[in-house]
């Protein structure tokens, strides 16, 4: 008998969709298209987004897209918004699209991105002297591996994020060698392997991430990033050569294509007003990947608990 | 004839011998002659290809046009016309009918339940009449239920239903165009060749330009890279064909139509499905690839799982692909094995078609059913399983207990076998190493061969990848040894023992369909990032075909000349090593050279463990959107697999006229 009810009340919310399209005062009722990838940080702001755009009328879909292939389908308008560029890793593609104005920076998302080198916690017994970045030569051997030993091994990200790992060894004199993962999937797959074992690791870790928050360790802190440092060799410890100090932390940023704001300006003014902070999202990101509930229920949840938040962002 | 043979030889061991004195002494010689281009070509000499084919796609998509049209809006036609059936079948097997768009969507009718779905396996596989199969199908469903990969699965199955046909058909019409026309054969082979070789990486970005972001685009791109087989298989079964049944076809007063499709077509049909079998095969691999570029499925779910290192989640939606490669591979043999039906037997309408009346009686009533009580709707949760922790569990003990067992035994290998071939690649100079590839080109296949060296090799120098080129022959060439030691011998004893060989062909189709993503955490675990770990990669998949090859290599040899050895007192491991194997051979370097194919296009694979090879070259073109790097990288893959299939080709073809088969 339920059921039916149910049935009844599906079929009478039909009958009213079908003649009161026009309840909402939105620009238009095609689907917005926003891309997921496939990372948990992502699918969460992706979804907080979406969840904020239906409240506001829109209709909205989610579409998996890979990070970089996905400006093809931006360019084009096939695809609307995307909601995570990391200004560390997604610089290039941004000023590639965005150069001709089909696709539109549409600012920060809040989030700021650190990327630095990293350890577990185990390994301050071995070396006493981190996180200060001088102590790395001492300890170098207890990083190493037969491969690099007596250099320390440090594992960088994809030679495609950049970073210049290369070039940071070679102007702090480090006595480490930088070995590249091909993706962040082997880099943390290595990480793992060596937290399960205690086993000595120095790798390339960003945030907001889980692993921060599943691993416990930390950053090193080297001389902190400031423009100069990348561009003028005189500036910082070694005056012969650039990059002796730590990475740039950068914004998230958020970018959409300009069909957004031609067709659902109200919309577009939404994604530009969404921030979150790194700690939030850290916390978010941890609730699902470590106490394993679904993306849904913890989007579901701040929904509940930010409801001025977002509804500033819709007015 | 003897004294040819003993001038061979001699020109042989004083050429290798001067590839090592040019190996060790190099670097002197290029000291002495002051000419460092020998070591290393000029950078400022490389041709800038990857500049200009970037801004060639970019005019292409942006401004070319035919007049009346433009051509991406040529491109967004034809992805319009694939996408109206995959839409149809998407709606049957997952989303059912819709009204509206997005969130605002209301299923009216929903998809196909779990259970109709197996109802429909079932009664295919009920038309075969073979009872393994039956039991094969349903407990392969069963496992898609059960593993909650239902979802995934049929947007997966979705678009191999739409890829498929797609790509058979025109394969076989290409295939049986090239037929009749030779100079059309003689266009379609490079392209083919090309299409099979360049890694799909390298095109994945100007496909998605033309053909705009989404499942289309998946489908195109598993299309370009699953074809070529069809029409391969096609042009060699039609030649193949006995003339006298061509001849009597023609006698009998058969139109070329007629002639081509009541006699040719079903008399090669067995040939034909071999390439049918490649194209499902192909089309599986490509799902995680796809799923990048928006197909969703199952291949996003195994890029997700390794995104969280869930390496339980991986395997799972891995063997799922796996589990739909295995029921149509064997559904479709079995179809195409099935004696034609007799002319309308003399039943009444409904007998003859009644399996098809209490199939459709019932899904209706599944469905029904399935507005009551939700079971027969969505496989209930409650009964799902899940394996992760397991799988974590197990690596993990490995990881905890063997580790130093794995890495010395890694060091080991790494020292004494893959380093060595590696400053050997890196170490010979470039001019000479062109000058043997076009040598070895000319032994083998005079003027043509060697030229077609000369021509393809020179391009990958001025494209400034040598050094890329080298690491890329360095890896593929360690993994093929390692593969062929391993695959040969499991390929001997499958070719003797039919039980070893039932065994050994499930494995094997295991390892090829499934997604190496599953697998490359776990051994990136195990043996941290690197060469080696690549290397492992490669040979995994890679190993199939030297297995499969040989296998059939010695299952199909001449019985009479077994038994003739037999009768003049041959030991068994006399037959085996005197007889069998040599006869063997040519097909055992065909195993070889396919073995070297799917090496090289596991290359962008080995790009996300750390590789510096032209695999991370095409990556790097990927990652960056970098239309032109990628394409040219890939350019260069694809060249390197062209001179090796050449050459070991034109080998096999000696080997068999030396022996005298065919």
């Known amino acids: 008998m339920k059921i039916i009810k149910k049935r009844i009340s599906i079929l009478l919310s039909l009958i009213f969709f079908l003649f009161a399209q026009n309840i909402y005062a939105v620009e238009s009722k095609d689907p917005i298209k926003l891309t997921l990838h496939d990372w948990t940080g992502q699918l969460i702001t992706t979804n907080i987004m979406a969840e904020v755009l239906k409240e506001a009328g829109y209709n909205v879909e989610l579409i998996p897209a890979d990070y970089i292939a996905q400006f093809a389908g931006l360019q084009t308008g096939d695809l609307h918004v995307a909601m995570e560029m990391w200004e560390t890793t997604g610089r290039d593609a941004i000023d590639e699209y965005t150069a001709d104005g089909r696709v539109v920076n549409v600012g920060s998302t809040g989030m700021d991105a650190i990327e630095e080198w990293w350890y577990p916690s185990y390994m ?107 561009t003028d060799p005189s500036w910082g410890i070694n005056k012969n050569s650039a990059y002796d100090c730590g990475k740039p932390r950068g914004p998230i940023w958020k970018v959409a294509s300009s069909m957004l704001k031609d067709k659902w300006p109200g919309a577009y003014d939404a994604v530009e007003a969404f921030t979150l902070d790194s700690n939030e ?14 993306v849904d229920a913890v989007v579901a949840e701040w929904m509940v608990n930010n409801k001025d938040r977002w509804g500033s962002w819709i007015k | 004839m003897k004294n040819n043979n003993i001038s061979n030889k001699i020109i042989f061991v004083s050429l290798t011998f001067l590839t090592f004195v040019f190996y060790w002494y190099g670097k ?78 209301i299923q009216l009718i929903g998809p196909l339940s779990w ?34 990969q239902w979802q995934s699965s049929m947007i997966t199955l979705s678009s191999i239903i739409i890829a498929v046909p797609i790509g058979v058909l025109l394969g076989l019409l290409l295939g049986v165009l090239s037929y009749k026309s030779k100079i059309l054969e003689k266009i379609i082979t490079p392209i083919l060749d090309l299409m099979q070789t360049v890694p799909v990486f390298a095109y994945l970005v100007p496909i998605l330009v033309m053909f705009g972001f989404g499942p289309v685009s998946a489908l195109i791109a598993t299309i370009i890279y699953a074809m070529p087989p069809m029409v391969r298989t096609t042009i060699l079964a039609l030649n193949n064909i006995d003339p006298q049944l061509k001849e009597s076809g023609i006698m009998s007063g058969c139109t070329d139509r007629q002639l081509m499709w009541k006699v040719l077509i079903p008399v090669s049909k067995p040939t034909l499905l071999i390439g049918v079998n490649q194209v499902i095969m192909l089309s599986l691999n490509m799902v995680i690839i796809a799923s990048m570029i928006g197909a969703g499925g199952l291949g996003y779910d195994v890029l997700a799982s390794l995104r969280r290192l869930d390496i339980g989640g991986g395997i799972e939606s891995g063997i799922a692909i796996v589990v739909l490669a295995i029921i149509l591979d064997r559904l479709s043999q079995a179809f195409a094995n099935l004696p034609t039906l007799t002319k309308k037997t003399q039943k009444k309408f409904y007998v003859r078609y009644k399996k098809i009346f209490f199939l459709i009686f019932y899904i209706i009533s599944i469905y029904t059913l399935g507005y009551f009580y939700s079971f ?54 470039w001019p000479w190493f062109i000058f043997i590839i076009t040598l070895i080109g000319w032994y083998y296949g005079k003027l043509k061969l060697a030229s077609l060296c000369l021509i393809l090799s020179i391009f990958i120098v001025t494209t400034g990848l040598w050094q890329k080129a080298m690491i890329t022959l360095y890896l593929c060439g360690s993994s093929v040894i390692i593969a062929s030691i391993i695959g040969i011998p499991l390929g001997i004893w499958a070719g003797l023992n039919n039980k ?12 090829q369909t499934l997604p190496s993503f599953v697998y490359l955490i776990p051994v990136v675990m195990l043996f941290r990032v690197g060469d080696f770990t ?23 040899i001449n019985n009479q000349i077994v038994e003739a050895a037999l009768i003049s ?94």
């Open chain 2, 500 to 511: 070893a060989n039932k065994i050994l062909t499930a494995f094997i189709d295991t390892l």
């Open chain 1, 124 to 230: 301050k017994e071995k070396c006493p002297g981190l996180p200060n970045w001088e102590a790395l030569n001492d300890c170098a051997e207890a990083f190493s591996t037969l491969e690099t030993s007596p250099k320390g091994r440090y594992l960088g990200g994809p030679v495609t994020w950049g970073g210049y790992d290369d070039e940071r060894v070679e102007a702090l004199d480090l006595d480490w060698e930088v070995i590249h993962a091909g993706t962040d999937g082997a880099l943390f797959a290595e990480l793992e392997s060596a937290y399960q074992r205690k086993a000595p690791i120095m790798l390339w870790v960003y945030a907001p991430h889980w692993a921060p928050s599943k691993y416990s360790g930390e950053f090193v802190d080297f001389p902190p990033y400031t423009t100069e440092c990348y």
């Open chain 1, 281 to 294: 999202m850290g916390n978010l990101v941890a609730a699902v990947d470590l106490d394993g509930n679904t």
């Open chain 2, 534 to 556: 690549a290397m492992i990669a490669v040979i995994l998949y890679a190993l199939a075909p030297s297995v499969r090859y040989t296998a059939h290599g010695i299952r199909n």
């Open chain 2, 28 to 105: 002197e010689i290029a000291n002495y002659f002051d000419s460092k281009w020998i070591l290393k070509y000029p950078k400022h000499h490389a041709i800038p290809f990857a500049i200009h084919t970037t801004s060639f796609v970019k005019w292409l998509i942006n401004e070319a046009s035919f007049g009346l049209f433009t051509f991406k809006e040529l491109t967004r036609f034809f992805a319009w016309i694939i996408e109206q059936p995959y839409k149809l079948v998407l709606i049957v097997l997952s989303k059912g009918i819709l009204k509206g768009q997005g969130q605002d969507a």
């Open chain 2, 569 to 662: 007192g041959c030991s068994p491991r006399q037959l085996l090593f005197k007889i069998k194997l040599p006869l063997a051979l040519p097909e055992i370097l065909l195993g070889i050279n396919q073995t070297i194919m799917l090496a090289l296009s596991m290359l962008v694979i080995t790009a996300l463990v750390g590789t510096r090879d032209l695999g991370q070259e095409v990556y790097i073109g990927l990652t960056k959107a970098d239309i032109g790097r990628g394409l040219v990288a890939g350019l260069c893959v694809a060249f390197i697999s062209i001179i090796a299939d050449r050459i070991i080709k034109a080998g096999s073809d000696r080997l068999k006229n030396k022996y005298g088969i065919k």
């Open chain 2, 376 to 429: 027969f709707k969505i496989f209930p949760n409650e009964l799902m399983i899940n394996t992760s922790s397991f799988w974590e569990e197990l690596v993990k003990y490995i990881n905890i207990n063997y580790f130093d067992n794995l890495e010395n035994f890694k060091i080991i290998l790494l020292t004494y076998f893959m380093l060595p071939i590696k400053k050997f690649f890196l170490g010979v100079p």
């Open chain 2, 115 to 148: 259970l109709s779905v197996i109802g429909i396996f079932f009664i295919l596989a009920l038309y075969t009449k073979d009872k393994f199969l039956i039991f094969l199908v349903i407990f392969a469903i069963v496992y898609l239920a059960v593993f909650d």
